[in-house]
């Protein structure tokens, strides 16, 4: 048997062990059923973006041309200045074919050498899918593009219209990387806000641009964005999951936000 002193301190010691424990606990269950939460609201945005993109690729199959994308175009085209076509080429210049695949490949290096392979991986990956979804739907919906007896077209594009590849491309690259400046940085640094602000301007101008240049109609856009975001949503998802478990985790990227307040911590340790 223990002294009478040392039997109270040992017991203090296992009560405060215990509510330590117990405090734990019951973080750790609040933050599992907040992120039940979160999850369950999402999964609703999700289900509601995806019946909404359903709904618009059959009216758009059955109606291709329509009087509120013919109105909704000619609206914006009601101001054919040269430096605003001049922006709205330029805007788009970066999804032509043989420009994003380069993009593409480049962040991924950069990521890959930075040590964050994980998202070298998603970043081609996503831009991958996007491409085959919107392959496929374009040819499950086969709608003409715009053309120059209905509206202005200042850039004529081959191929099916719905939904908006410029648009799905730049939401898979730009959007990722602007998700992944919030994700994996943080501060007020020059680079990120940059990173930041780029990022933003092109996921936002695209669709008015594919518009303004008679590219596509705006149900077309509008389509693009909503499939286009799901996508984006789904593989942040899968991102977050495997990044707080370390998967693809280099020792560098391991032990980078101890050296450095501009990068997050996924250490759950």
Known sequence: MFPKPQQ??????????AENAER??????RSQ?????VGGILLIIYAIQLSLFGI???L????PVNPIDITITRE????????LKISMIAISFAGNLFVIPCLVLLAALIFWLAGLRLEAVFVVALCVVSLWVNTLV???????????????????????????????AYLAFWGLLFSFGIILFRGTRWWRIALLMVSAFFVA??????????????SDVLGAYLIGGVLLGIALWIYIKLKERGIMETERARTRPTRSNAFRSFNSK
Do not use: C
């Open 8 to 17: 109270e301190n040992l017991h203090e010691h296992v009560e405060t062990v």
């Open 138 to 168: 374009k040819i499950l919906v086969a709608r003409p593009r715009p053309t120059g007896h209905l509206v202005d077209v200042f850039q004529a594009t081959s191929g099916q219209s719905f939904p908006s590849g410029h648009v799905m």
């Open 24 to 29: 734990e606990i019951t973080a750790s269950r």
């Open 60 to 63: 758009v199959h059955i109606y």
């Open 76 to 83: 914006f085209q009601e101001n054919p200045t040269s430096w």
């Open 33 to 37: 059923s907040h992120l039940r939460h």
């Open 205 to 218: 101008l695209i669709g008015p641009s594919r518009i303004y240049l008679g590219d596509h109609w705006a």
């Open 56 to 58: 618009l690729a059959w």
